[in-house]
């Protein structure tokens, strides 16, 4: 089955500098990869996506890129905010058979320094 | 109702006992799923669910069973519950088998003594 990495497990970094979380994949016939964010005591919720037949994705200061080839995928937000700071899990799945689930990397507790 | 919705949203249960975490959503979202959540773990797929009628292992199945009698409805069920099954349990469920972004409930705290 699928298995996702995914480094750093803590992040922290200035209120105002970029960070940047990544992921890499086990299954080549993996075609869906998001990120989700998880503030303390809440639930996962979706913040982007990408599928496999697209290299970049940017919504505002969010972005997310895919390597196919070298298996491996990343989260980049720009700007930090005090706002940002919570648990991210990347994740994958191969959604031709979707309703399998998604596989969740271990996450990342990213902490923004005021 | 809006959205998915788990109940309870905390549990302290007794080892050996019998306990059904339930699950709920009015999206008329054909897949359904549960995970668990533990510290330096990430999030652990238990069961899925297809569409109604249809149920799957995840990768951690053992002492689970989910049924799927209704769109809207996905129980799951710890038959006799042990310590190890201590968790953060979440319900998610996604549209159809294209469109994988999942929806999550809010989570049921367990905690088996």
């Known amino acids: 089955g699928e298995n996702v990495e995914q480094h750093p497990s803590t992040l922290s970094v200035q209120e105002g500098d970029s960070a940047v979380i990544k992921c890499t994949y086990s299954?080549?016939?993996?075609?869906?990869f998001p990120w989700y964010k998880q503030e303390l005591g809440k639930r996962p919720q979706l913040i982007i996506d990408?599928?496999?037949?697209?290299g970049e994705k940017k919504d505002q200061r969010i972005a997310v890129t895919l390597n196919k080839t070298a298996k491996h995928f990343s989260l980049h937000i720009t700007e930090t905010q005090p706002e940002d700071s919570a648990v991210y899990f990347c994740?994958?799945?191969?959604?031709?058979?979707?309703?399998?689930?998604?596989?969740f990397g271990k996450g990342t507790h990213l902490i923004i320094q005021p | 109702i809006a959205g998915i919705t788990q109940a309870p949203t905390s549990q302290i249960l007794a080892a050996g006992r019998r306990m059904t975490l339930r699950c709920t959503q009015d999206m008329r979202h054909n897949a359904m799923y549960w995970y668990r959540q533990d510290l330096g773990l990430g999030l652990r797929l238990i069961h899925y669910?297809?569409?109604?009628?249809?149920?799957g292992k995840g990768e951690v199945p053992d002492g689970y069973s989910v049924s799927r009698a209704n769109t809207d409805d996905f129980p799951l069920t710890l038959a006799s519950a042990v310590p190890s099954q201590t968790s953060v349990y979440f319900c998610a469920s996604s549209r159809d088998i294209l469109n994988t972004e999942a929806f999550f409930g809010q989570g049921t705290r367990l905690t088996v003594v």
């Open positions: 669910s297809n569409t109604a009628g249809t149920t």
């Open positions: 990408i599928r496999s037949n697209v």
């Open positions: 299954d080549s016939a993996s075609n869906y």
């Open positions: 994740a994958a799945s191969n959604s031709g058979g979707g309703a399998d689930g998604l596989t």
